[in-house]
């Protein structure tokens, strides 16, 4: 393996990321909100646009060995004026022949580092899958704090599953 090179998704990456995003929801169900049936057949996915407008309130960094986009780390912040001091890290997802290899550390080290000089940025939040312990840990060490664990957040046919809500307050 290669260095793997950590950076925000250019406006011609919009279709690598749309690519490795319906393989995330397609291998991991129960780990994220959308559905791949729900995404597969629209025009755009929700950060498509917006990486190829280079939003500065919505915006995905991906992980790279050499042209591969091999994991991805969304950010989305509303542009409202009684919450824009908060965002939300989404779509955390690293391709199964690169997990273990501490490329979700890189991914979220890369991106506290943007947010933390994100101006009037205060409260960072995210979701993970209750039964996700790695990433849940992954998180507490980088300074997250649950907040609340929402039962049956995901229903998938007649399975729930929870999700755990942390945050992180930004200095």
């Given at each position: 393996m290669s260095e793997i090179?950590?950076?925000?998704?250019?406006?011609?990456?919009?279709?690598?990321?749309?690519?490795?995003?319906?393989?995330?929801?397609?291998?991991?169900p129960k780990a994220f909100c959308s559905s791949y049936e729900e995404q597969v057949d629209l025009d755009y996915l929700g950060f498509e646009r917006s990486i190829e407008t280079k939003d500065q309130?919505?915006?995905?960094?991906?992980?790279?060995?050499?042209?591969?986009?091999?994991?991805?780390?969304?950010?989305?912040?509303?542009?409202?004026?009684?919450?824009?001091?908060?965002?939300?890290?989404?779509?955390?997802?690293?391709?199964?022949?690169h997990q273990g290899k501490k490329i979700g550390k890189q991914l979220l080290l890369k991106m506290m580092e943007i947010l933390e000089n994100m101006n009037g940025?205060?409260?960072?939040?995210?979701?993970?899958?209750?039964?996700?312990?790695?990433?849940?840990?992954?998180?507490?060490?980088?300074?997250?704090?649950?907040?609340?664990l929402h039962k049956g957040y995901i229903k998938l046919g007649n399975e729930s599953f929870d999700m755990r809500f942390m945050i992180k307050e930004m200095t």
């Open positions: 090179i950590i950076r925000r998704l250019a406006p011609n990456e919009a279709k690598k990321y749309r690519a490795i995003r319906l393989v995330s929801l397609k291998a991991h309130n919505r915006f995905v960094l991906g992980a790279f060995d050499q042209d591969e986009l091999i994991g991805i780390c969304g950010f989305s912040r509303s542009k409202a004026i009684k919450i824009k001091h908060q965002g939300e890290i989404v779509q955390m997802y690293v391709a199964p022949n940025l205060s409260q960072v939040t995210l979701g993970v899958e209750a039964d996700n312990l790695a990433a849940f840990h992954l998180y507490k060490k980088l300074g997250f704090k649950e907040f609340g």
